[in-house]
């Protein structure tokens, strides 16, 4: 079975950039659809980015044009590029990945926006 492990999160000033890794072990990771989740405190969980297998994208209305996702499957490693972000967007970011009836989540990183 497939288990992530996030890395990236960081504390960033407003208009600032940072990219989230994803990185998947065991095998079969290019035939799992991927995405970013964030829970801010006191909310619920919210999809930000999703990528399918065959590499079809979408995202959160907050943050079209904001954010990247990717993925290599040569390297079983799903990211997310966040560009001008905003103190709206801190939050603790997870990483998930699904199939079928399977449901992965990362143990999360924490991204801060602040100045």
């Known amino acids: 079975q497939v288990q992530l492990v996030e890395s990236g999160g960081d504390l960033v000033q407003p208009g600032g950039s940072l990219r989230l890794s994803c990185v998947a072990s065991g095998s079969a990771f290019r035939l799992y659809d991927m995405a970013w989740y964030r829970q801010a405190p006191g909310k619920p969980r919210e999809l930000v980015a999703a990528?399918?297998?065959?590499?079809?994208?979408n995202y959160a209305d907050s943050v079209k044009g904001r954010f990247t996702i990717s993925r290599d499957n040569a390297k079983n490693t799903v990211y997310l590029r966040m560009n001008s972000l905003k103190p709206e967007d801190t939050a603790v970011y997870y990483c998930n990945a699904a199939r079928q009836t399977t449901n992965i989540w990362g143990q999360g990183t924490q991204v801060t926006v602040s100045s």
């Open positions: 990528i399918t297998s065959g590499g079809s994208t």
